[in-house]
């Protein structure tokens, strides 16, 4: 299961920024991780937020150049590791794969194939749609049957289509 991306090299003594983050900083602290697709294994010294970005130092990683070679690559975890998640609360990796439904007509409107951090809610990635991750658009979400029921605002199909 990825848990987020590595973007680039932060700071002098080996961290990163990550994206795609679902979970508060505290808890990637410790964690033992898997980078792909090196698949080298790392644990996660310390983690914290700065500007809105999860920024990673993993143990052993004490330059900008070795933090520079982590760029690109994701961190996941087996998912029998991770731990379970509140009510209404969702890894986004878990996300992809599922296909989009209209709530009211049934219509497919696709199937995640990525999300996205842009400052706001993430937005989930349907071919050209891109959906904003709320409530009040992803109405219902059944992971086991792998389908997101949603509830597009008026005009955000012709936006995404610009």
């Known amino acids: 299961m990825?848990?987020?991306?590595?973007?680039?090299?932060?700071?002098?003594a080996g961290e990163v920024l990550a994206s795609g983050f679902?979970?508060?900083?505290?808890?990637?602290?410790g964690r033992r991780v898997t980078?792909?697709?090196?698949?080298?294994?790392?644990?996660?010294?310390?983690?914290?937020?700065?500007?809105?970005r999860l920024v990673l130092?993993?143990?052993g990683?004490?330059?900008?150049?070795?933090?520079e070679m982590l760029r690109g690559q994701e961190v996941a975890m087996p998912k029998?590791?991770?731990?379970?998640?509140?009510?209404?609360?969702?890894?986004?990796?878990?996300?992809?794969?599922?296909e989009l439904f209209d709530d009211e007509s049934g219509q497919s409107r696709g199937v995640v194939g990525s999300w996205y951090e842009t400052g706001g809610p993430v937005l989930l990635e349907a071919g050209a749609l891109l959906v904003p991750f709320v409530p009040?658009?992803?109405?219902r979400i059944d992971l086991d049957?792998?389908?997101?029921?949603?509830?597009?605002?008026?005009g955000l199909e012709g936006l995404n289509a610009q």
């Open 57 to 59: 130092k993993f143990a």
């Open 35 to 52: 980078l792909l697709p090196s698949a080298a294994a790392h644990t996660i010294e310390n983690a914290w937020i700065h500007d809105d």
């Open 80 to 98: 029998s590791e991770r731990e379970p998640l509140g009510e209404g609360e969702y890894y986004y990796a878990d996300l992809v794969g599922c």
């Open 2 to 12: 990825i848990l987020a991306r590595v973007d680039r090299s932060r700071g002098r």
């Open 61 to 67: 990683v004490d330059s900008i150049g070795a933090a």
């Open 136 to 139: 009040a658009i992803c109405v």
């Open 145 to 154: 049957a792998k389908r997101i029921f949603v509830r597009l605002p008026e």
């Open 22 to 29: 679902a979970r508060p900083a505290e808890w990637y602290q």
